[in-house]
T-cell receptor, first 112, second 114 residues
Framework: SQTIHQWPATLVQPVGSPLSLECTVE??????LYWYRQAAGRGLQLLFY??????ISSEVPQNLSASRPQDRQFILSSKKLLLSDSGFYLC???????????FGNGTRLTVT | KQEVTQIPAALSVPEGENLVLNCSFT??????LQWFRQDPGKGLTSLLL?????REQTSGRLNASLDKSSGRSTLYIAASQPGDSATYLC?????????????FGEGTQLTVNP
């Protein structure tokens, strides 16, 4: 069966520091991968999605970036965090066609 | 632009009650619709996915229906239990392409009281 791992679960970082959140999927190949952010009371915002290695689309211009160094690995990064980057970050994956979207357990990021 | 609305935002019921959660969307040209539950501080768990050609899907005590023409979906929970307490979100997918992005509702926060 397929599983998705996301880490760390919580993170507290000072403003201006770098960020790296990792997500891996097991038990499948060539998944579509997604990064979402969920801010309190504001719903889910799609940040990046990837349909293959080195194929990443950005949905929202900001100081975040994403990379997919391996087929089942998706990384969310920032060179300098802003206070507004605080939130709950969720990685998700799915296969093609009508397959459902599956989420990781999320990372709670607090920028201080 | 697709908009997804879930009403009510919060619902509190006694244990054992059957209940219906509502999801409405403005553009009926959807590919599929998916229901999720989210426990506090956790990720989203997929509950049911309904393809645009389907009318309903069932899993255990859960039944989701879809009426594309009216832009509505309902999630029926039978014999509710305290463990059903969570936020329930629906999301619609507009197309078949890999980059087709889901539009999420804001969710209904359900509390089942013992």
């Amino acid at each position: 069966s397929q599983t998705i791992h996301q880490w760390p679960a919580t993170l507290v970082q000072p403003v201006g520091s770098p960020l790296s959140l990792e997500c891996t999927v097991e038990g499948t190949s060539n998944p579509n991968l997604y990064w979402y952010r969920q801010a309190a009371g504001r719903g889910l915002q799609l940040l990046f999605y990837s349909i293959g290695i080195d194929q990443i689309s950005s949905e929202v211009p900001q100081n975040l970036s994403a990379s997919r160094p391996q087929d089942r690995q998706f990384i969310l990064s920032s060179k300098k965090l802003l206070l507004s980057d605080s939130g709950f970050y969720l990685c998700a994956w799915r296969q093609g066609g009508h397959s459902p979207l599956h989420f990781g357990n999320g990372t709670r990021l607090t920028v201080t | 632009k697709q908009e997804v609305t879930q009403i009510p935002a919060a619902l509190s019921v006694p244990e054992g009650e059957n209940l219906v959660l509502n999801c409405s969307f403005t553009d009926s040209a959807i590919y599929n619709l998916q229901w999720f539950r989210q426990d506090p501080g956790k990720g989203l768990t997929s509950l049911l996915l309904i393809q645009s050609s389907q009318r309903e899907q069932t899993s255990g005590r859960l039944n989701a229906s879809l009426d594309k023409s009216s832009g509505r979906s309902t999630l029926y929970i039978a014999a509710s239990q305290p463990g059903d307490s969570a936020t329930y979100l629906c999301a619609v997918r507009p197309g078949e392409t890999s980059g087709s992005r889901l539009t999420f509702g804001e969710g209904t926060q359900l509390t089942v009281n013992p």
